[in-house]
């Protein structure tokens, strides 16, 4: 769609291997290929603690939010393991959005420096900039699957969709945006020489571009921003005052479909194309239809995701260890710990954990609707680790964040 923590343990492992035993961390639950951790349950606790904490909420108050969000911890991390599974079954790609995401957060920050803007999201969330995108993917692959399995089958008749744009217009009354595709062709390291070659490079794509060629496959060839490459050029939207005032000048200034530049950067030669302009004022109808069709659907949704997420959990291969308890539990689903010596690993070890560890404060993105209970605010939907071969152990342990395969 859409943090961890682990209690550790010694492995009881016979004298004759007494060299052998390791530390290792107690699965709580396996789903599918995936596994989660009691001290990933742990940190999340911690980690909402402390976000609660920084909103100012202490005593009684914070202690029952926190028993609340404790209930349904092992629920939440089901809901998000399932539903990055089922996008993987479903081959959703992401890249572009996480792409735009990205360059959004970074159009906010007011950061152009590519390194200063790693480092801000580092501050900013905790994580380095490749685990916050990571945990953006596994965010944004939640809320394709719900939107796709889900939300397509909900439809707000057009009259019902105009009677709320009517009695909510001062809900879209927008600044003046311009939406922009770029190219990079980068100066970095290069000689004189080679920088005047790239201008003439990038005057010669900007000539070819408003004669009618497809920008898309401009952007494939001759980008050098591989980042944005991915998803077409694509920026996020721009208002005024955020644009070095060149380019803000002529991005405002021309019509639809127009490719300007090149402009000088400290990285190089920059080409636009002017995908979209909205002026100032009052969005119609037409241009925010499909927001109201979200924003009317959602309450509708939370019912239906839930009777999903329960669907998937029927079909999942999932056990949960005693002690532990999913609360959006399949009425009927054998969930029980199966005897150890049948199964394969059961814990997994402290150091391979860490490494998945991904801490999170305050942060930039909004929970699924209906894949939790009622959580407290600034949710964080967990991640997941890819499976791999369990580590050689003494039956009962597992490498961390690599998954048995499930039972037959």
Do not use: C
């Not at 309450?299 to 079909?315: G, S």
């Amino acid at each position: 769609m859409f943090s961890k923590f682990a209690v550790l343990m010694a492995a009881a492992l016979p004298l004759a291997v007494a060299a052998d035993v390791r530390i290792v961390e107690e699965i709580a639950a396996k789903v599918n290929g995936d596994i989660i951790t009691r001290g990933e349950l742990e940190q999340q606790r911690r980690d909402m603690e402390r976000n609660l904490r920084g909103e100012g909420m202490t005593g009684q108050k914070l202690a029952d939010a926190l028993k609340e969000y404790s209930a349904n911890a092992l629920s939440e991390q089901i809901d998000q393991l399932l539903l990055v599974q089922k996008a993987k079954d479903l081959n959703i790609n992401v890249d572009p959005e996480i792409t735009r995401e990205l360059a959004d957060i970074q159009v906010r920050a007011k950061i152009a420096d590519p390194d200063k803007f790693r480092a801000y999201l580092q501050e900013q969330t905790g994580m380095t900039y490749e685990e916050y995108k990571d945990r953006l993917k596994r965010q944004m692959l939640a809320q394709r699957v719900i939107g796709q399995e889900v939300g397509y089958r909900i439809n707000i008749p057009e009259a019902d969709r105009r009677k709320y744009y009517e009695e909510h217009k001062a809900d879209y009354v927008r600044k003046e945006q311009v939406f922009l595709s770029q190219i990079l062709i980068s100066t970095e390291g290069k000689s004189p020489e080679q920088v005047a070659a790239a201008e003439a490079k990038a005057k010669d794509i900007v000539a070819r571009g408003n004669k009618g060629e497809k920008y898309s496959e401009l952007v494939r060839q001759y980008s050098d921003d591989p980042e944005t490459a991915r998803s077409g050029g694509s920026l996020p939207p721009y208002e005024r005052g955020i644009m070095p005032k060149n380019m803000e000048d002529a991005a405002f200034k021309e019509k639809k479909g127009t490719v300007i530049g090149p402009f000088k950067t400290a990285q190089g030669f920059v080409i636009l194309r002017i995908d979209e302009r909205f002026e100032a004022g009052q969005a119609s109808f037409e241009e925010v239809n499909s927001q109201i069709q979200e924003e009317m659907a959602r309450p509708i949704m939370t019912p239906k995701i839930r009777e999903f997420l329960t669907r998937l959990r029927t079909e999942a291969f999932l056990e949960i260890k005693d002690g532990y308890i999913d609360s959006g539990a399949a009425p009927g689903k054998d969930t029980r710990w199966h005897d150890v010596a049948q199964l394969k690993p059961q814990t997994t070890t402290k150091e391979e954990v860490a490494a998945r560890v991904h801490r999170h404060k305050k942060l930039l993105f909004i929970p699924i609707p209906g894949t939790t209970k009622k959580a407290p605010a600034k949710e964080v939907l967990p991640d997941t680790a890819p499976p791999a071969a369990p580590a050689k152990t003494e039956p009962g342990t597992a490498e961390p964040g690599k998954a048995e395969n499930p039972a037959k």
